[in-house]
């Protein structure tokens, strides 16, 4: 008899279980719907400086496309600049 009792309790929970889940769900879509907008608000240098491009913002921030950070010496390197005592020299 207590065994039917305990399952009764637990089949009660799924409901609740289910709506935890379909919260959490809409909490992480209005993130990442939040994340969205803010990227589109900026302008193309900073999203150049972050590593993301503009038409790939969806899939940055859904998580389809990694984001591959350059290091600050990658860059530079690239720009012929070197670094002496936090300072940019020009080489």
């Known amino acids: 008899m207590r065994e ?5 309790r637990n089949d ?4 609740v279980t289910g709506l935890r889940k379909l919260v959490e769900a809409f909490k992480n879509w209005n993130t990442r ?13 900073l999203l150049n400086d972050i590593g993301i491009r503009r038409e790939l913002i969806d899939q940055y921030v ?3 496309l990694p984001r591959r950070v350059a290091s600050v010496v990658e860059l530079d390197c690239k720009a012929g600049v ?4 936090g300072e940019a020299k020009a080489a």
Do not use: F, H, Q, S
């Open 4 to 8: 039917k009792v305990i399952n009764l």
């Open 62 to 64: 859904d998580g389809a």
């Open 33 to 45: 719907r939040l994340a969205k907008a803010e990227l589109r608000a900026m302008p193309n240098y």
């Open 12 to 15: 009660a929970t799924a409901p």
């Open 82 to 85: 070197t670094r002496a005592n």
